[in-house]
């Protein structure tokens, strides 16, 4: 089999007009699994990303209730290994590694190699996030590219500065990055402290008025077993300790940012058909949808217009990809990477009628899993570590009922979930029937 390759700009539906999607409900999510979750990788190999990945692709199979051998596809997000969103040939490793494969990230092609998969004949790799990741593994069941499909990320935290290469990982900020990036990754602080200062001033609200979802999203996490929290530090966190919290870049302080952890997930998708003799309760895939603004900017920073539009416009794409409403949606986990930028998703989606200015007025109310608005349900990544998974795995086990004491009490028939960050992300919409 040849290298795999970055799934092609073909597989993704990236603007409105669409339609639902052609195979709503025939295609299932019917296993999960995760690895433990550390703080960060130290050097033992039987913590690596590979061996990782072993355990949660192992997982995902014996929770279907298939074997190694029925698989013929895997999808991968190859973070660290040439994937454009984590930075290329960063030298986590120094010899005698001859690769990072296994290490800083894991491909398909060493999944396949390292489980043994003999009867795989499709892969393919889906750059950044396990949203992205998704989208692409129920395109490729839906269009009959591959029947049994497991569906792998593998985030890692290794040695040294996390997340930096090329002109991020200088001791310096050149030329305009003085001033656009002075902090060495990306624009995600200052652009969301900016964004969530114009929000406040519009809707006239204020940071301490987050409490209530972060602690929340804490509380949430400890009830995940697979999470940070849950396995390394099961404390207890308060207002108090949100409100006392030292800033990173004002109105954002460190912890509406999550932490960096290593850990892997992995789900495994089919067709509909095939999921009805397997072993866990079918969560049928009724839609997805792919936004990107591009890299047009009207200034350095995004401006509170830009983002309400482009989740609107976010929002609207998976409806109609879903054929769901609002009011349809049961389980709702929008992206919570810097929960500064929660609320434009809460209110673009408009769940639970939830609109424009309203979202800190509804995190006074009960957002707790036992209420009627449990929002983030799977503790999101501020609650159990910086994956972009545990959204994912909420939903699926939600919908399934088998959440544990995270299982929400309202009804738990549909689900959307996604990200990361507005402006860009991967969504997809989940139903407990196809139809």
């Not at 590979?50 to 692709?57: C, V």
């Not at 969301?192 to 949430?220: I, K, Q, S, W």
Request: with cysteine; proline share 7%; charged share 20%.
């Amino acid at each position: 089999m040849a290298k795999t390759q970055m799934a092609p700009d073909s597989v993704y539906r990236k603007k409105e007009g669409l339609g639902v999607w052609e195979h709503r409900g025939k295609v299932a999510v019917v296993g999960l699994g995760n690895s433990p979750t550390d703080r960060r990788f130290e050097g033992d190999l039987e913590k690596s990303l590979g061996a990782y990945s072993i355990i949660a692709a192992q997982q995902a199979m014996a929770d279907a209730g298939v074997t190694p051998d029925q698989i013929d596809g895997v999808v991968a997000v190859p973070t660290g290994l040439g994937d454009p969103w984590s930075g290329t040939g960063n030298p986590y490793f120094a010899p005698p590694y001859d690769s990072e494969d296994g290490l800083s990230g894991v491909s398909a092609d060493w999944l396949v190699n390292n489980l043994g998969l003999k009867n795989v004949n499709f892969t393919t790799h889906a750059p950044g996030c396990m949203s992205n990741a998704m989208n692409v593994a129920a395109q490729a069941v839906g269009d009959g590219q591959t029947h049994t499909t497991l569906v792998l990320r593998a985030t890692g935290n290794p040695p040294g500065r996390y997340h930096q290469s090329g002109e991020a990982g200088g001791q310096v900020a050149p030329g305009a990055k003085q001033w656009e990036d002075p902090w060495g990754w990306d624009q995600g602080i200052p652009l969301y402290a900016y964004g969530f200062t114009e929000y406040c001033r519009r809707y006239g609200t204020n940071h301490d008025r987050m409490a209530p979802f972060v602690v929340n999203l804490r509380r949430n996490g400890l009830m995940v077993p697979e999470g940070y929290y849950t396995q390394n530090r099961p404390e207890t966190f308060t207002e108090e300790d949100y409100l006392n919290a030292r800033w990173i870049a004002k109105p954002m302080s460190i912890n509406d940012c999550d932490l960096p952890v290593q850990t892997v997930a992995c789900y495994l998708m089919t067709t509909a058909e095939r999921a009805k003799d397997m072993k866990q309760k079918p969560v049928y895939v009724l839609g997805h949808a792919t936004f990107n603004q591009g890299p047009i900017y009207s200034n350095a920073l995004h401006t509170l217009e830009q983002t309400e539009r482009w989740t609107d416009t976010t929002a609207r794409m998976v409806y109609e990809a879903s054929g769901l409403t609002p009011s349809e949606v049961d389980v709702f986990n929008p992206y919570d990477g810097f929960t500064l930028f929660t609320q434009y998703y809460l209110e673009a989606f408009g769940w639970h009628g939830v609109k424009r200015g309203e979202a800190h007025d509804f995190y006074a109310g009960d957002i707790s899993v036992e209420g009627p608005h449990p929002l983030l349900s799977s503790g999101g990544n501020n609650g159990s570590g910086r994956t972009r998974f545990w959204h994912y795995t909420d939903c699926i086990q939600q919908l399934q009922g088998r959440a544990g004491p995270r299982q929400v009490r309202i009804k738990a028939e549909t689900a959307i979930c996604g990200g990361p960050t507005p402006g860009s992300g991967n969504w997809m919409a989940f139903g407990t029937s196809p139809d």
